[in-house]
Each structure stands twice: as C-alpha cells, then as structure tokens.
C-alpha cells in the first residue's frame, strides 16, 4: 500500500534524534511555557523573518486569536475563501465577525484578487488569505487593496511553511500570520500545535497574555484570554524537524517534478507554480471530470489519496445561515467536484511517484 502519509518512515529517519529531546524534556520536569517553547518560538520566528512569534495549542487557536487580538468583533466583515478547511471560518465566526467570501484563481485555488475589491464595504477590517496547498497567494496586489481601504492582512500559512512569495517567505508578508503544526504539515508535530508571527510588538505582547488566561503575572487576569499553549514536548520535536524543513520541501518539489514529468498530458490538470511563487506541495492536487471514479481504482490498487475539499465552506450545515445559495462561487463549486490529493510527502521514493502515474496514465486512457 502506498499511503497518503507515513509516519513510521518519518519517525525512523528522526528517532535517535527524537528520543533523545523526549528524555531531556522529562528530565527537566517543565512541560508548560518553559525553554523548549522560547527556543522554538526563537527559531522560527527567525525562518520565518519575523520578529515576534508565539507558539499556541493549533493553527485554529492561532487564527482565532489573531483576529481577536486585532480587535476584530461582532458584526465586522473578514473577506476570505470558502474553498479551504473549516478553520480559517471558524475563526471568523467565533469573533462574531462575519465571512465574505470571495471566488478562487482556477489555477492557483487560491483566492482570486480581481474580485476582492467588490466585496468591500463600510464593514470591511481585514482581508484573510489562504495559501493553499502550499503555494502563496498573489500578495503584492492584496497588500496596495488593503492599504487602501486600511485593511488589516492576516495570512494563513497553515498549508505554506517555508513557502516564498517574490523571494519572501510567507508569514512576514500581511499584518499577522497564523500556521498549524498539525501532524501531516510540511512541518508538523506530533499532537496539536501552532504559531502565531508578527512584527507588532505591543501585539506580541497582548497574544502573550491571552493564550495564558489573560494574565499578566500569575493570578492576575487583565483581560479573558484562554487556555492555548504549545507544551514542551512538541516544541522540543518542533525545534528537531525545523532543521529538517527546507531539505523536505525541496525532496517535495522533486516528487512534484516526477509526477509533472509522467502524468500524460491532457489526461489531468495538474498543479502549477506561478512565477512569483516557491511552491512547497503541502499537496499535490489534480482535477479531473471523473475523480471519484479515479480515487476508487486507485484504492483498489493499493494507493491512498484523499479530497481537500469535497465541500465548500459555504455549503456546510453550519454556515446555511449566510444564505448564499448556489452558484455564487462558481469555481469553488466547481473544483471541489473534481480535485484529488495524491500521495506526496518525504518519505515516498521515486518508484512509488513512478507507480502511481503509471497507474493513473492506464487509467485515464479510458476517458478518452
């Protein structure tokens, strides 16, 4: 079985590393806010070239708590993408503002620039950008957009760690940035975990207090803040597999390269990289009329994949309240019909690439 993700091929090519800062951490005996978490948050706020990073409980904490800490509230208006996970919404919704969403690029899935200006209105406060799949959004336009109508840019980078916009990692582009270090990331942990970075100092120090109950020494709340720490455990396995990430987005984008070469041309639509853009393939995701159809002959050949995403934000039974009815996202209803997320990551070799497209090549032949 070729598998959409491995973790036992990932643990053995970091496990003497792993276990060794596993018994320093319990040797220390601090799991909560101590020297793993600032070695971290140190380390990659400096990949990143921010000045200020925080690590907290998950890429959802961290959207939700950057939209707070901007001062985002009930009844204003964050413009975003409905295709991408739930989380980027969420955070949204449970500040009381609400989402506009705004259509997609056909070739990049991420958010269509030309569009965003029309969905502004008197209740606009930020723009929210997705880089999807692990390649950047267009940013240079989205910046000269929101400092027009003094917009705040958040960036969720959640898919993108490591990925370049113009020569510029993503993260120090917008206002604020927010990644996941869930444990299928490019960098990920393993449990929950995520970032927050910004260059904002007296920001950086609101985010400080709320992720610890709102308070600015024990026992002493100035705000209500919540409960979203990263531990030291996974700041500690964090800090290893840093170290690691620039070599695994490249091992990425050779793989990507092996399935460009040998996927028949016509047969798919595969992903591109624009011009601006350093591509890291969080996932490599083709669209085809027939993918359910491809998705099932591949199971049967032993090949894992999965769809990000089969349903749109809009169409969930728990935004039907926005009332957007259908067809007002026309290449977001569409792609989310057709998109598959083959296997990529590390840890597969160039047969297992190899396999798969000829697997894909024999069975697109059909469509013809």
């Not at 959640?158 to 120090?172: F, I, R, T």
């Not at 531990?231 to 500690?236: H, P």
């Not at 396995?237 to 399935?259: F, H, T």
């Not at 591509?279 to 999965?306: G, P």
Request: net charge negative; hydrophobic share 35%.
């Amino acid at each position: 079985m070729i598998t959409f993700y491995d973790f036992k091929r990932e643990y053995s090519e970091l496990k003497d590393e792993i276990n060794k800062s596993l018994k320093e951490v319990f040797n220390k005996g601090n799991f909560i806010l101590g020297e793993e978490v600032q070695n971290f948050e140190t380390k990659f706020s400096n990949y990143i070239g921010t000045e200020h990073g925080l690590g907290v409980n998950s890429g959802s904490d961290a959207l939700f708590m950057a939209i707070k800490a901007l001062g985002i509230a009930e009844g204003d208006e964050i413009i975003t993408v409905s295709h991408t996970f739930i989380s980027t919404v969420d955070a949204i919704c449970r500040n009381g503002a609400i989402p506009i969403f705004v259509d997609i690029n056909p070739d990049t899935y991420c958010i269509d620039v030309s569009k965003i200006e029309n969905m502004i209105t008197d209740r606009t406060r930020a723009i929210l950008i997705v880089h999807l799949y692990g390649h950047p959004s267009d940013m240079n336009p989205i910046l000269k957009i929101a400092k027009k109508n003094d917009l705040f840019i958040i960036e969720d980078c959640s898919q993108a760690h490591g990925a370049k916009y113009k020569g510029k990692k993503v993260g120090n582009i917008g206002n604020i940035s927010c990644f996941s270090f869930y444990p299928v990331k490019n960098l990920g942990a393993y449990g929950d975990g995520g970032f927050i970075a910004l260059n904002d100092e007296s920001l950086f120090e609101r985010l400080k207090i709320m992720r610890n109950y709102g308070q600015s020494q024990k026992n002493h709340h100035d705000f209500i803040g919540l409960n979203s720490r990263l531990d030291e455990i996974q700041a500690a396995l964090l800090g290893i597999k840093l170290e690691y990430l620039d070599n695994w987005n490249n091992r990425r984008k050779e793989l990507a390269k092996i399935y460009n070469n040998f996927l028949e041309d016509g047969l798919y639509k595969l992903p591109i990289a624009k011009n601006y853009a350093s591509h890291v393939y969080h996932l490599y995701v083709v669209a085809c009329d027939k993918r359910d159809e491809l998705r099932d002959y591949l199971l049967k050949n032993d090949v894992q994949t999965s769809i990000h995403y089969p349903l749109p934000v809009h169409k969930q039974k728990a935004y039907l309240n926005l009332g957007l009815g259908d067809n007002v996202l026309p290449i977001t209803e569409e792609i989310c019909t057709k998109i598959l997320s083959l296997p990529l990551n590390p840890w597969l070799n160039d047969d297992e690439i190899e396999r798969i497209c000829e697997l894909m090549n024999n069975h697109g032949e059909s469509y013809e």
